[in-house]
């Protein structure tokens, strides 16, 4: 029943990218930018995506501490390797449309930089698991450091309202943006089809965690015999 | 109007801004090819990397119960 359900997901990702692929090639360039202003369409839902997964990972992380129960552990590990994948389509988007409206392809301004940074950590929390072996002090180290790590996720998010930045201002949720109702109902829909595909993702990265835990128990029980 | 300004603009360009103005479009719907295939080449990696996490993690399991069966018949 749940890999129906997950298939069932899937094929609506895939159903909805699609539509949303038709859609976006037929809009006309934008006036200023031209075609590449097109990216945004996967650039900005990649990004929510990621933030989203942040902020799961994060409540997550907080529900291990108070419980220590490994399923919150193994949510956390799931959705945060996710999130890096979304983060990094996010990362190099970004630059190839810098690439072509600043004419560099990276600066060190406080959105990029603080974005480099947030995949940094989350690829740091990834690396620490691997290096601590006891699976409660794993779990226990990587929940903190994962509180630690979401900290720059609000810097990334508000840095374009908190600073001058070379990457534009906020479009969405302000009042200083503009957007067409048509063109945001597409980006929207791709925001959907990618949480879609995100959350199947998750839900194979996290069955592959008890594939991870049946294994351990396994040696334990080879060790006991 | 507009296809009297579009018109004088045009006039005053010369061949060269022409062949400069089709090769930055051309340039420009060539990077958002690039940047829709990477994120998707991104996306696809990471699929591709759990399909064989997946394979690896269920070889270990049936390996580790092949041995402990062998060892509890001892």
């Known amino acids: 029943m749940r890999d129906k359900i997950l298939y069932a997901l899937g094929i609506a990702a895939m159903v909805i990218l699609a539509r949303d692929v038709y859609l976006i090639a037929r809009l006309p360039g ?56 979304f983060l990094g389509a996010n990362l190099v988007t970004g630059s190839i449309w810098g690439s072509v409206i600043w004419g560099i392809w990276w600066t060190w301004d406080v959105r990029l930089t603080s974005a480099l940074v947030c995949w940094l950590l989350y690829a740091g929390y990834l690396m620490l698991r691997h290096a601590i072996e006891e699976p409660t002090q794993r779990a226990t180290f990587a929940a903190v450091f994962n509180i630690f790590a979401f900290l720059d996720v609000p810097i990334v998010y ?48 996290l069955r592959q965690e008890n594939f991870q835990r049946e294994i351990d128990s396994l040696r334990r029980e080879a060790h006991a015999l | 109007m507009n296809l009297l300004a579009h018109t004088l603009l045009l006039a005053q360009a010369s061949p060269d801004d022409v062949v400069l103005e089709l090769a930055r479009l051309q ?16 996306l696809a990696l990471f699929v591709l990397m759990m399909v064989g996490r997946e394979g690896r993690l269920k070889r270990q399991i049936a390996s580790l119960k092949a041995m402990l069966e062998e060892r509890q018949k001892k």
Not at chain 1, 59 to 77: E, P
Not at chain 1, 170 to 196: C, E, K, R
């Open chain 1, 30 to 85: 934008e006036a200023a930018q031209g075609a590449i202003f097109k990216i945004i369409f996967f650039h900005v839902p990649a990004a929510w995506t990621a933030i989203v997964a942040a902020t799961t990972s994060l409540i997550l992380s907080i529900q291990f501490l108070r419980t220590k129960d490994f399923k919150y552990d193994a949510g956390a590990v799931a959705v945060t390797e996710v999130g890096l994948a």
């Open chain 1, 158 to 205: 508000f840095s374009i309202r908190w600073f001058r930045t070379q990457h534009p201002g906020p479009v969405f949720f302000s009042s200083t943006g503009s957007f067409p109702t048509d063109w945001t109902m597409i980006l929207l829909w791709n925001w959907i089809g990618l949480l879609l595909l995100g959350i199947v993702m998750t839900a194979v990265r």
């Open chain 2, 27 to 42: 340039r420009n719907f060539d990077r958002l090819s690039w940047g829709f295939l990477a994120a998707w080449v991104i």
